[in-house]
């Protein structure tokens, strides 16, 4: 999709389940069921949905998704359906693993960062053999120190191989990663989570990540049990929605299972999603045809 001098891809990597208790946190079953599926083990349905940036002269790649080191037990915990092996992410728009400049990973979670690394020959390599990886140093730091509920969530065969090849780029911060591409930490999620800040021409995007994973997630207290700072979450979220809301933002969800991006309204005191037609996922030159 054309964005200002940009063009905008959504690649869903893969499907997978959690459970829905966990996903919207203290918000009852009985409101968050009304707005999404749920299965007979109380897992709601989820996506990874990666976000590929092309600047003109630079290619930026925004999360890697699970990626497909998973056993089968693990697959069926989280009914994993893998739809892009990671050096097949970009197959689809004609790229190879090697057209990509950066890649940035808002925070370690499995979910995000699982792609960053491939077993190649059984040696874990960076998917992404030029790319530059971008990090928070806190949420790295954080990686390693996790607690027994934090813990869970980090495998660091998904991010160490990055250190080792010398591909990581840790920032500290809010971070222009080229012009018109910006990191902006958040926190909520994890103490130093990150979104990323698009803007070209006329147009301003943000993709949330895990401060607002899906459509059903867009009432600012909804918030998942899985972030380490739901306050914090709450009070970044109603901020990132009022301005998406007054100056017309694309919005971009990571884990939607539906079309991940859009326009929010403000409709009295609520929010609203519009999201854009279907046919705004498909590659640029196959909708021109
Ligand atoms: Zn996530």
Redesign the pocket.
């Known amino acids: 999709m054309k964005f200002g001098d940009f063009d905008l891809h959504i690649i869903r990597e893969c499907t997978f389940r959690l459970d829905g208790g966990a996903m919207f946190g203290v918000v009852p079953k009985t409101m968050w069921g009304k707005l999404t599926d749920v299965d007979e083990a109380n897992r709601v349905l989820?996506a990874?949905n990666l976000l590929l940036v092309d600047t003109g002269s630079k290619k930026v790649l925004v999360e890697t998704g699970m990626g497909d080191r998973w056993s089968d037990k693990e697959r069926q915990r989280y009914d994993l359906h893998t739809l892009k092996a990671p050096d097949m992410v970009l197959s689809d728009l004609g790229l190879t693993p090697s057209d990509i400049d950066y890649v940035i990973i808002?925070?370690l979670?499995f979910?995000?960062a699982g792609g960053a690394t491939i077993l190649r020959d059984g040696k874990l390599n960076a998917t992404y053999p030029k790319a530059r990886y971008i990090v928070q140093k806190g949420e790295w730091e954080f990686a390693f120190k996790a607690n027994a509920r934090a813990k869970a969530s980090y495998r660091p065969d998904d991010f160490v191989p990055l250190q080792e090849a010398g591909q990581l780029e840790l920032v500290d911060g809010d971070y222009e990663v080229c012009p018109g591409v910006h990191v902006k930490v958040t926190g909520g999620?994890t103490s130093h989570h990150q979104v990323v800040y698009l803007q070209s021409g006329a147009e301003q995007a943000v993709y949330f990540?895990?401060i607002l994973?899906t459509r059903s997630h867009l009432s600012p207290p909804w918030v998942m049990g899985?972030d380490h700072y739901p306050l914090a979450s709450c009070d970044v979220k109603s901020q990132w929605l009022a301005a998406c809301a007054s100056q017309n933002y694309l919005v971009i969800f990571?884990?939607e299972p539906g079309v991940p991006w859009g326009r929010v309204k403000l409709k009295g005191e609520k929010f609203e999603f519009e999201a854009l037609p279907e046919n705004s996922l498909l590659p640029a030159s196959l909708t021109t045809k």
């Open positions: 989820l990874c808002s925070h979670h979910d995000h999620h990540a895990d994973p899985y990571d884990h």
